[in-house]
């Protein structure tokens, strides 16, 4: 995805934030405080949110401190948008955020999954030696929907390997836990399971690695829809 769509796609979602109100949040889900959204600079890429509930903004934050904004975007966007960003100006009343990747999301973050086809390996076993082919549905920051011919175990922790989500983008080891398994196909058939995984909890690197992933594949298909 070229840079120039990631910055169009971010301005449309910008102008339809201002005036409504947003989680300032830690990496690991604390909130901070709630603000309004009442500005955002183009040029810097940087959000201006006002304090809507409580005496103060929170005090001792360091400057450049990565946080995220979770926000509902009303007009005409039915989704809740993640921003992630660094704190570039922290007041009593109001802090600036300079904004460095998003995910929109079509309910909430841990509900939204970005429909993606991919081939990739399932490992399983306590040691990892057993291995079938598995077909990626489905990713977000937090699960994975995946098919496959092996009947996993529900509650086991797996490892997927997967390919390139995106052209030129890197190839993925995820470990998740299987949550949920339901056998797709169709009456007198060999099963074909749909299972369900959860990462519970990414490091830093990788979700953000994730992140900007599935903000080029949804880039795309609003390109593509337009």
Request: hydrophobic letters at 35%; charged letters at 25%.
């Amino acid at each position: 995805m070229e840079q120039k769509d990631t910055i169009l796609v971010l301005e449309d979602l910008m102008s339809a934030c201002i005036g409504t109100v947003g989680e300032v949040q830690t990496e690991d889900n604390r909130i901070l405080f709630v603000g309004r959204v009442t500005a955002y600079d183009k040029g810097q890429q940087e959000l201006e949110i006002q304090l809507h509930r409580g005496s103060e903004t929170p005090r001792g934050v360091l400057h450049r401190m990565p946080v995220k904004v979770q926000i509902h975007p009303g007009r005409g966007w039915e989704s809740v948008a993640v921003l992630y960003g660094e704190v570039s100006a922290c007041a009593e009343d109001y802090w600036k955020i300079a904004i460095k990747n998003m995910v929109v999301c079509a309910e909430n973050r841990r509900a939204f999954r970005q429909k993606v086809r991919a081939e990739g390996w399932v490992f399983w076993g306590e040691k990892l030696q057993n291995r079938a082919q598995c077909q990626l549905a489905d990713i977000s920051l937090v699960g994975v929907g995946f098919t496959s011919k092996a009947e996993l175990p529900v509650g086991d922790r797996v490892q997927l390997t997967l390919p390139q989500l995106r052209e030129n983008g890197p190839e993925y080891q995820l470990t998740c836990t299987v949550v949920g398994r339901r056998n797709t196909a169709p009456e007198g058939m060999p099963p074909l399971w749909h299972y369900g995984g959860d990462f519970g909890g990414l490091d830093r690197r990788l979700e953000s690695q994730l992140c900007r992933d599935i903000l080029a594949l949804q880039a795309k298909s609003v390109n593509r829809k337009q």
